[in-house]
């Protein structure tokens, strides 16, 4: 079965930076769009970037090229590099896929906060 797992969230400083990452399996991984989005309590969750199979990319304008989102067919594994980390940046993370229905990671805490 389709399986997606983030990981590489924590609290990091103002300025900082972090990469997150997503393992993914029981799918054909080279031949999908991948999606990272976040959410923070009371909010709806936000799509930040996406990725096709052939590495073409779509980020939300309000990222400013703070963040970079990347694939590794060799891993089945999506990546989202977030520099200059802001307190505003504060939210679960999530990947998705969308094949015939929508997946969902577990999500990852993301904490910026001095």
């Known amino acids: 079965q389709v399986q997606l797992v983030e990981s590489g969230g924590g609290l990091v400083q103002p300025g900082g930076s972090l990469r997150l990452s997503c393992a993914t399996s029981g799918f054909t991984f080279s031949m999908y769009t991948m999606d990272w989005y976040r959410q923070v309590p009371g909010k709806q969750r936000e799509l930040l970037a996406r990725?096709?199979?052939?590495?073409?990319?779509y980020y939300t304008d309000s990222l400013k090229g703070r963040f970079t989102i990347s694939r590794d067919n060799a891993k089945n594994t999506i990546y989202l590099q977030m520099n200059s980390l802001r307190a505003e940046d504060t939210a679960v993370y999530y990947c998705h896929l969308l094949m015939g229905r929508d997946y969902w990671g577990q999500g990852t805490q993301v904490t910026v906060s001095s």
């Open positions: 990725i096709t199979g052939v590495s073409s990319t």
